[in-house]
């Protein structure tokens, strides 16, 4: 079996692809893909950049090219709940369109970590084509869902032209009371994509709340990634 796991950016897979043997995919109109084996299973890492246009262009490329059997939407969110944690890892039961109100299945659910554990409690996940950016917004969104990311709706509906399964699984990495005082919004290039040198020059803008937001906001990505990486690699497919 073939299986995609579409993010918006590089950094979210590396916890998948520090586990398995990989090979990076030349020639394609996606910025990041990689190719690697799974167990029994094919396993394709692609990332393009943020938001529904781009997320749902490379879930048409890499589906076009890989024809994977099932599409997984994989990366960092934020929290709707106040109870989840930076790092929790949660799988959508269902995938809910902020912008249209469209519902997409996705079948989510928990697996055993290697202490017994389960996590990756099924929730509502929902997608809107813009950061979440204070608390007031997002405690808006916590009548839709649990967590708000960017991508998983778009990659949803390529999945169900194509007949394709679809699943989603979100690692935590801002919490439901947090904002952002960098402007992640504003950073968002033309083409849609986040410009790391808009994001630095806000943060040294604002030092005082800018640069240690910036800090927490990279370790929490590598820790949220990690994670990812860790429940996935132990999913039953």
């Known amino acids: 079996m073939t299986i995609l796991l579409l993010a918006a950016e590089a950094r979210e897979l590396s916890g998948v692809l520090r586990r398995i043997v990989h090979s990076p995919q030349e020639g394609m109109p996606i910025q990041f893909v990689r190719v690697g084996q799974w167990g029994k299973h094919r396993l394709v890492c692609a990332a393009d950049g943020p938001g529904s246009e781009l997320a749902g262009n490379a879930a048409e490329v890499a589906l076009e090219r890989f024809k994977p059997d099932l599409i997984w939407s994989v990366g960092l969110c934020g929290a709707l709940d106040g109870a989840l944690a930076a790092g929790d890892v949660v799988t959508a039961a269902e995938v809910v369109d902020a912008s249209s109100g469209e519902r997409y299945p996705a079948g989510g659910s928990p697996v055993k970590r290697g202490d017994g554990k389960e996590w990756g409690k099924?929730?509502?996940?929902?997608?809107?084509?813009?950061?979440?950016?204070?608390?007031?917004?997002?405690?808006?969104?916590?009548?839709?869902?649990?967590?708000?990311?960017?991508?998983?709706?778009?990659?949803?509906?390529?999945?169900?032209?194509?007949?394709?399964?679809?699943?989603?699984?979100?690692?935590?990495?801002?919490?439901?009371?947090?904002?952002?005082?960098?402007?992640?919004?504003?950073?968002?290039?033309?083409?849609?994509?986040?410009?790391?040198?808009?994001?630095?020059?806000?943060?040294?803008?604002?030092?005082?709340?800018?640069?240690?937001?910036?800090?927490?906001?990279?370790?929490?990505?590598?820790?949220?990634?990690?994670?990812?990486?860790?429940?996935?690699?132990?999913?039953?497919?």
């Open 122 to 237: 099924p929730i509502v996940v929902v997608s809107q084509d813009h950061v979440a950016s204070t608390p007031a917004e997002k405690r808006r969104l916590r009548a839709l869902g649990t967590v708000v990311e960017m991508e998983a709706a778009a990659v949803a509906r390529v999945a169900q032209r194509a007949q394709i399964p679809f699943g989603c699984v979100k690692a935590v990495s801002d919490l439901a009371s947090e904002g952002f005082a960098i402007d992640l919004n504003s950073a968002r290039g033309a083409d849609g994509r986040f410009r790391t040198s808009y994001i630095v020059w806000d943060a040294v803008r604002k030092p005082l709340k800018g640069l240690p937001e910036l800090w927490r906001l990279n370790g929490r990505s590598r820790q949220g990634a990690e994670n990812l990486g860790e429940f996935i690699v132990n999913c039953p497919v």
